[in-house]
Structures are given as structure tokens and as C-alpha cells.
């Protein structure tokens, strides 16, 4: 099974812009991978941000963008703020098998 | 308002089986894959089998296969993991999720003699 990688940390500043990878070992990532972003506190589950690439949910605060970056998937996150403290996980379709990143712990300090 | 309650988890010896609910409302059931997920303590989220609306498709991670099975019923909006010869490492929090991104809230399993 493919493997995914993200960055294993990142920091921002409070009201800085930070953008989040997700690469695939298999090449490019693509639409077709369709994209998802889960966000996870300590101590909760994980809670979709975004879905097939660049879509929100209701509850999907508006600084927190999907897109397609360099042949990977991106998380771009801009006017950071403490709350948003947490762990990133990205997830990958691969005709029929799914695949998480190993997640990114982002700091905002 | 979509929501999936899992339920089922337990404390279980090692090589004994358990089988695990999911229970979805809020959405046409039916028109949605379903994917059980698990993260191990401390550590991250790893997906474990989905299965596609009819259940006529199901995938599963290389670890379970053979041993889990994923299982739906579109009738009583239930999604269901069957899980036997479980190992000291599938001890996890087990969600379900789907319907573009609704997840549930965990089900804890716990595999120790």
C-alpha cells in the first residue's frame, strides 16, 4: 500500500500563514486522490476540514483552505490562531484503499 | 443533523473476537461509503476497511485482512466490523466514519489477556 507523507511538525505565528503538505510515494497527488484534511485536539476525535480537495464543511472555519500545491495536497491555514493548535492529518484514496499521513502537529507560537 | 454512534468495544483476550456497530442517521445511508478508522494510543489515525454503498466492494488495510470484516446494512442504516484472532496490537480507538467526512466519536478496544 502507498505511503503518505506530511510534515512531522510546523510552527506559525499568531495571525501568520502557514501552508501543510501531503505527498504521495506513488507520484503525484492528484483530484482523483480526492483530498481529505481532519484536524485532532488532545484528548477528541478527529474532525473533517476539508473534503475532495478543497471543499468545507459548515463548521470548517474560513481561514483554513484545500488545494492542490506542486503535486501534493495543501492545507493552507491563514491568520493562524491559538485554537488552532493541533494535529493535521491528511488521507488519500487509492481505488478503494484509503491512506493517512502520518500528520503534522502545527504549533502556534 | 448527521450522526454515527459506534458501540461494541471492549476489553478482549488476545486471539478472541469482537464485532463492532456503527449506527448512522441524518443521511440517505445508502448513498455512502463507509470506512472504519483506528488510532492506537499515543499514536495516529489509521484507516482499516471501508465498504462501498451496496456492500458489494470492500477494501481492507494488509493487517486485518483475514481477520476483519466489514459489513453494512443499508435497511437498518448500521455499518459493522467484525473482528476475530485479535492481537495485542489492534488494541485502539475505533471510529467509523463517512458522508463526506462525519465521523463518529469512538469506540474503545482493548486486546490484553
Known amino acids: 500500500q502507498a505511503v503518505v507523507t506530511q510534515e512531522p511538525s510546523l510552527t506559525v505565528s499568531p495571525g501568520g500563514t502557514v501552508t501543510l503538505t501531503c505527498g504521495s510515494s506513488t507520484g503525484a497527488v492528484t483530484s482523483g486522490h480526492y483530498p481529505y484534511w481532519f484536524q485532532q485536539k488532545p484528548g477528541q476525535g478527529p474532525r473533517t476540514l476539508i473534503y475532495e480537495t478543497n471543499n468545507k464543511h459548515s463548521w470548517t472555519p474560513a481561514r483554513f483552505s484545500g488545494s492542490l500545491l506542486g503535486g501534493k495536497a495543501a492545507l493552507t491555514l491563514s491568520g493562524a490562531q491559538p485554537d488552532d493548535e493541533a494535529e493535521y492529518y491528511c488521507?488519500?484514496?487509492?481505488?478503494?484503499?484509503?491512506?493517512f499521513g502520518g500528520g503534522t502537529k502545527l504549533t502556534v507560537l | 443533523e448527521v450522526q454515527l454512534v459506534e458501540s461494541g468495544g471492549d476489553l478482549v483476550q488476545p486471539g478472541g473476537s469482537l464485532r463492532l456497530s456503527c449506527a448512522a442517521s441524518g443521511f440517505t445511508f445508502s448513498t455512502s461509503w463507509m470506512t472504519w478508522v483506528r488510532q492506537a494510543p499515543g499514536k495516529g489515525l489509521e484507516w482499516v476497511a471501508n465498504i462501498n454503498k451496496d456492500g458489494s466492494e470492500k477494501y481492507y488495510v494488509d493487517s486485518v485482512k483475514g481477520r476483519f470484516t466489514i459489513s453494512r446494512d443499508n435497511a437498518k442504516n448500521s455499518v459493522s466490523l467484525q473482528m476475530n484472532s485479535l492481537r495485542g496490537e489492534d488494541t485502539a480507538v475505533y471510529y467509523c466514519w463517512g458522508y463526506w467526512g462525519h465521523w463518529g466519536q469512538g469506540t474503545l478496544v482493548t486486546v490484553s489477556s
Open positions: 488521507l488519500l484514496f487509492y481505488n478503494g484503499d484509503e491512506v
